[in-house]
Every structure is written in C-alpha cells, then in structure tokens.
C-alpha cells in the first residue's frame, strides 16, 4: 500500500488504530472449538470482522503463530489471505523483527512480501544495512525498523549514547533513514516513551511511527499524538491484548468492537482537522 | 544438550564444524523431485546423512524453510526430527535471529524448544535483556546472541563506540554474559574478523562462539582457531553452501561428505591435543 493510500484511510475512518493480531490460545473462548489453529483462525475472523471499522491497520505478531507449528504457519497466512479479500483497504504488518543478512533477508522479504503478501514487517537494525536493503527493494512495501521500544531493558542498549553524544536508537534512526524514505520505511517507537517522540520527530519528520504500548503497557494515546503527529498524521498506533482480549467470554468479538471503537474516537479527536 | 556433552562431541569426533542447512531450492539437483518443501526435505536426509560423520552441530536457518509457506515450516519441523531421531549427538541450532519481549519471546522459545525442540536458537540483542530472558529460562537449552557480525554494514552499529570507548558489539557481551553463563549463552561472531575473536575472548574467556563466515564468506579457519580457541576448544565453526551446495549434480551428497570431511580434518589439527 502507498503512503497516500495509508494517509487517505486514516483521515477518511477517522482512526490510526492498528490492531495487534497476537491470539493468546488460552484466552479464545472455549465456545470457539478445533485444534488450535483451527481456533486461532476463527477467533482471527470474528475479531477482524468486529473491529475493522475503527481500525486502518492489522498486525499479526509471527511468535504467536510460529508457536503452533506449520498449522500455526498456515492460520497466519489464511488470517493474511482473509484480510486481503474481505478488508483490501487495510495496512497489513508481519510483526517478524526479523534481522538477517544477503540471502537470508531476501528469503524473508519473499517469505512476507510474496508468500504473505504484507504491506510491512518489522525489522531489527543490529547488523546493518545489509539486514534492510533487500526488504527496500519491493515497491510499495513497507520496512517497519526498531528504534526505541518500551520494554525495560531498552536502555541495555537502545539509549546507551555513542561517543558523538547519540543514544543507539538516535544513531539507528539518523542511518537509516537514508536506506529508504518515508514512502518505505517507518520506525517502532514505544508509547511509554512518549517525551522522545519528540526527539525521533526531529529526526525523521515525516516518516510514519509505529507506537506500541497503548494500553496493556500504560502508554497514553494523547501523549504520543502530542509529541508525534505531524499534518498527515504520521502514526500507527498499535493495541494487542486491549482489544483482541477485552473479554475471554462469548462476547469477545463485541468487546473487541467497543475497544477498538473507544481509541478509534479519541484518535478522531487527536487528528489534525485540516488536513484534508 | 549439555556443554560437557558438546565438549566431548567435538573431542571425539575431531571436530568443531556446524553445518549450516540454508537449501536453496534453485541448487537442490533435479534428481530429487517433488513439492519445493519435499524436495528441502529429501535433500536435508541425504546432506545430513553424508555430513553427520564429520560434524558436531547442524544450524538450519529458518528463513529458507518460511519462504516455502506452512510446508516449508513442516520441512523445517521434519529435518530436526529426522536429526533428533538418527544422530543424537548433534546439537541442533534453529539460526532464527529472533529478538522480541515479554509474552512473544516467551512463544519463541517455546517454539524453538519445545515444538521444533532444537538445542539453541540465535537471537538479536537490541532490545536488551528481556529479548533474551524467556529462553534461558530453559534447562540444556541455548540463547546464542549476535555480537559481531562478518557482512559488510556490520559498521553500521555493532562498531561504533559508545561514550566509555566500547564498541556496541563488546557491550553487548559484557552486560549479556552475566544474564546467563557459559553453560546457557554462546556469541555469533564472524569469521571474517578473526583479529576481532581475540578480544571476544577477553570478555568471554569460556563462553562458546559460532563463528559463521568461513568458507563462501572467506574466513580462514587457521586464523578463527589462532584467535577464538580455549583449552575446550569453545568454538563452533558453521559452513553452509560450502558444504552442502558443494555440487549440484547427483554427487551432491558425496560432494557435501568431501567439504566436510576436508573442514573436519584442519579442524583435527586445530585441536588442543591434551584437552582429554
């Protein structure tokens, strides 16, 4: 998907909401029956058909598939292939972290860019350029590059300063952004650090951010558009958990629905007005 | 497996070579037919078959299984259990580079070993000791963090130094080894930067290293030993195309058995000899 497609959908519903498809099987209900793939993938549709509405964007996180085995594999690439048919106007993101280099990168871009057919996959930068440019290469995909997330050991080396007086993630960002541009490249920003949106703002003015953390992890969604949102918006914010689990009940799917519907309205009331 | 069993593997057998399972589909010789994932498959039997008298390690690296979709996944399930059951002794390495928090480590591990049930899993530092915890949370299992790897953009952020004069690559392994130890952690360091293994060594005077990069990348394996050895010997030297795409005729597998067999002789002679 282009940026002004991306741009288009946040304006037009209103929402930068991504919701985070990482279906934890011991909280699907148990009215949902099958083998655990089998379930994974129908709790997948109900809540994808409940939320998409308030939300421009999916990401199905691989760990929570991988976990299961080749059926696993395979309810992530139906749960793709259902969004894909039913929902094309939505942003699709491989929440893989991958981080490999020559050959090994361009198999998993194949593997997430042709074999899925993702917009995006999240991306480490430990070992380079040689670990983005092959993902780079695909138009209209997307690179999604860890900067700096909201885990507590992110400052074991994420905000350690470099002899120049740049913390990693700064260093990480001021590289990279060079690799690609922001039509193909964004960066994962944790919302529990919402004062250094501002500083990753400075660094890549127009590049979108992916911002984890709402939610579950105590971020707040004024904060991060406070410090992050530029005129086209410039965010995906992502909820997980707070929306897929709101309830582990028979009404998974409508809870899931007023979750993503409650942050759809507060993101409504965030975006710039005049932008469009 | 055990590092006193992994000792004694490598000292028995002469030996310190991990024969990396990366399978291109476009190298794997016509004779073997079938779906791209049995072909992978096949091939894998036969490789391991011919390589297992003169390794100690096989390291299949995930992204060439994912790019084959569910049934790549199953090949990849199906070429560990084949290990497993057949040689015993292989310490099994899934090169999967993950790096992810919290309950998605947690599901990484509990793929890497319990489903696929490998010995270890490769994994990227950036975000710091929660990326890394879940797994050595395993006993007999594990972690085997990149330090300093032998691509090119390698410079990019595993060089550069911080504000106390350290490389990135060497905080990494001074805060990383007191997470685990020697018995649970292992460094992916580069062949190509054999000068660079000599003060991996200081920091971690016992821990294993895998050092990828010899062979195809151009690592020398006398220089890797001069620099990387310990009295237990604490490496394990990977060779991937090298050895299994040694020919892609019909010979392959004897082809396969030669590259081998020649990298387990030097490393015979690399040895310590009174290490018994």
């Given at each position: 998907m282009?940026?002004?497609?991306l741009?288009?959908?946040?304006?037009?519903?209103?929402s930068f909401l991504c919701v985070g498809l990482d279906p934890d099987i011991a909280k699907i209900p148990a009215e949902i029956k099958g083998t655990p793939a089998e379930r994974i993938l129908a709790?997948?549709?109900?809540?994808?058909?409940?939320?998409?509405?308030?939300?421009?964007?999916?990401?199905?996180?691989?760990?929570?598939?991988?976990?299961h085995g080749a059926q696993g594999w395979q309810a992530l690439a139906d749960t793709i292939a259902y969004i894909r048919e039913k929902y094309p106007d939505q942003f699709i993101i491989a929440d893989a972290k991958r981080g490999d280099i020559g050959n090994?990168?361009?198999?998993?871009?194949?593997?997430?860019?042709?074999?899925?057919?993702?917009d995006a996959v999240t991306l480490a930068p430990y070992m380079g350029e040689d670990s983005v440019r092959p993902f780079l290469e695909y138009p209209g995909k997307w690179s999604i590059i860890l900067a700096l997330t909201s885990n507590p050991s992110a400052g074991d080396f994420e905000t350690i300063q470099d002899n120049k007086g740049l913390a990693l993630y700064q260093r990480v960002i001021r590289t990279s952004?060079?690799?690609?541009?922001p039509v193909n490249t964004m960066y994962v920003v944790g919302a529990t650090r919402a004062e250094s949106l501002a500083e990753v703002r400075r660094l890549a003015p127009r590049h979108f951010l992916l911002v984890p953390g709402v939610g579950a992890q105590?971020?707040?969604?004024?904060?991060?558009?406070?410090?992050?949102?530029?005129?086209?918006?410039?965010l995906l914010v992502n909820s997980s958990r707070g929306v897929i689990h709101a309830s582990?009940?028979?009404?998974?799917?409508?809870?899931?629905a007023t979750s993503a519907r409650k942050l759809a309205e507060t993101m409504a009331g965030l975006l710039p007005k005049d932008a469009e």
């Amino acid at each position: 998907m282009k940026r002004t497609e991306l741009i288009d959908n946040i304006f037009r519903k209103g929402s930068f909401l991504c919701v985070g498809l990482d279906p934890d099987i011991a909280k699907i209900p148990a009215e949902i029956k099958g083998t655990p793939a089998e379930r994974i993938l129908a709790f997948n549709k109900a809540i994808i058909d409940a939320t998409a509405p308030y939300c421009v964007a999916y990401k199905p996180n691989t760990a929570f598939y991988e976990c299961h085995g080749a059926q696993g594999w395979q309810a992530l690439a139906d749960t793709i292939a259902y969004i894909r048919e039913k929902y094309p106007d939505q942003f699709i993101i491989a929440d893989a972290k991958r981080g490999d280099i020559g050959n090994t990168a361009s198999r998993y871009a194949r593997t997430f860019f042709e074999q899925l057919n993702c917009d995006a996959v999240t991306l480490a930068p430990y070992m380079g350029e040689d670990s983005v440019r092959p993902f780079l290469e695909y138009p209209g995909k997307w690179s999604i590059i860890l900067a700096l997330t909201s885990n507590p050991s992110a400052g074991d080396f994420e905000t350690i300063q470099d002899n120049k007086g740049l913390a990693l993630y700064q260093r990480v960002i001021r590289t990279s952004r060079h690799w690609g541009n922001p039509v193909n490249t964004m960066y994962v920003v944790g919302a529990t650090r919402a004062e250094s949106l501002a500083e990753v703002r400075r660094l890549a003015p127009r590049h979108f951010l992916l911002v984890p953390g709402v939610g579950a992890q105590g971020g707040s969604l004024e904060e991060v558009a406070r410090y992050g949102m530029i005129d086209e918006c410039g965010l995906l914010v992502n909820s997980s958990r707070g929306v897929i689990h709101a309830s582990t009940g028979a009404d998974f799917a409508e809870a899931a629905a007023t979750s993503a519907r409650k942050l759809a309205e507060t993101m409504a009331g965030l975006l710039p007005k005049d932008a469009e």
